[in-house]
């Protein structure tokens, strides 16, 4: 199958009650670990690029690492999405690419960092929508901003600050219809990377009440929870244990994703928890065998690590059994659905 477009493993979702893990890939191993987690469980696959991954991967590289999982894997439908886009060129140039699917995140100004204004963020949506839908690509959107700070990304929102910037509900409605936008990436008070909480959070800190007040006024629409890596403390263990130094943290409980998923949640981020499992393994490697030089000897226990990951997280979202059910839908036909 080739890559099919997002919206049509989001619907299907939605259909089915399940939530699809989103996961970043910057490498080959990273997209076999996925790859593999999918054939193992059977599962439909969302794999996403940010604008650092496809410098890093130089574009090209990533592309046809892509077009090779598909082809190895033809029975698994894969999605291939454009993570946080920050200007419409950016998300056009996605979709040259072959993408079928982008997220422009208008939450931000174009520098990634600033607050954008409401007025600023429908009309950049808007314009990506009318160019992706008439060649058949999903488009997401944020609404809200959340805290902390990737590699450049992000507003920098400290847990207070970031509280300010939570999605309002009442603002949700109006901006998709506005927009036409597929899914809405939604600020509940999480944040990208490994440092979210000090303590596990409850519901209430992860402000749930605003996904389900968003899914009963919107009751079709795809909601998205980004910074959603649980940092399991398992991992950050061995990470510590083999020579690294990561402080006691905390991310989202998956418990929280179901409970998001039960409310209209369809697309679940997650890099960090890949991260922590890939760097956990690789050191472990270097500590137990100070003499191994080939790289293949700790890149495939470090794929190996990223795979259980992305297995559990495939299990708990839903998405497991579901890949050879879905309907395979080509960039053409969404094309026609959405004009
Ligand atoms: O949105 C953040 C993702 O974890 C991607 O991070 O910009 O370092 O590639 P990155
Ligand atoms: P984590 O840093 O929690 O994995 O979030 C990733 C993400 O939201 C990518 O857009
Ligand atoms: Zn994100």
Redesign the pocket.
């Known amino acids: 199958m080739a890559l099919i477009p997002m919206r049509a493993l989001l619907d299907h979702a939605a259909e089915h009650d399940y939530g699809v893990g989103a996961f970043?890939v910057n490498n080959m191993e990273q997209i076999q670990a996925i790859m593999e987690a999918a054939v193992e469980t059977n599962s439909p696959v969302i794999v996403q690029a940010s604008r650092g991954a496809r410098q890093y991967s130089k574009d090209n590289y990533l592309r046809h690492l892509m077009i090779a999982a598909t082809e190895l894997h033809p029975e698994i439908p894969v999605a291939m999405h454009q993570?946080?886009g920050n200007s419409p060129a950016t998300c056009f140039s996605a979709i040259d690419m072959g993408f079928t699917s982008v997220m422009m995140d208008g939450s931000l100004e174009e520098d990634g960092k600033s607050p954008a204004t409401y007025e600023y963020n429908v009309d950049v949506t808007r314009q990506v929508v009318d160019r992706a839908h008439a060649k058949g690509v999903t488009v997401e959107a944020e609404l809200g901003c959340l805290g902390g700070i990737?590699d450049g990304h992000g507003a920098g929102l400290s847990g207070d600050e970031a509280l300010a910037f939570l999605t309002d509900p009442a603002q949700a409605e109006d901006f998709v219809a506005q927009t036409g936008c597929d899914a809405l990436a939604v600020a509940i008070g999480t944040s990208?990377?490994a440092y979210k909480f000090s303590e596990k959070p409850t519901g209430e800190v992860l402000k749930m009440d605003i996904i389900a007040e968003i899914h009963r006024r919107l009751p079709d629409c795809h909601m998205v929870m980004?910074?959603?890596?649980s940092v399991p403390k398992e991992l950050v263990d061995i990470i510590n244990e083999y020579g690294g130094s990561m402080p006691e943290t905390y991310?989202v409980p998956v418990e929280e994703i179901q409970e998001g998923i039960r409310h209209g949640v369809r697309k679940i981020?997650?890099?960090?928890?890949n991260r922590l499992a890939i760097t956990g393994a690789i050191r472990r490697v270097f500590h137990e065998h100070p003499e191994a030089f080939d790289p293949r000897k700790y890149l495939t226990p470090a794929r190996d690590a990223m795979k259980e990951v992305v297995k559990a997280r495939m299990i708990a979202f839903g998405q497991a059994g579901w890949a050879d059910k879905i309907p395979a839908v080509t960039l053409e036909e969404m094309a026609k659905r959405y004009a």
């Open positions: 970043n993570d946080h990737e990208h990377g980004h910074g959603s890596s991310g981020n997650v890099d960090t928890d």
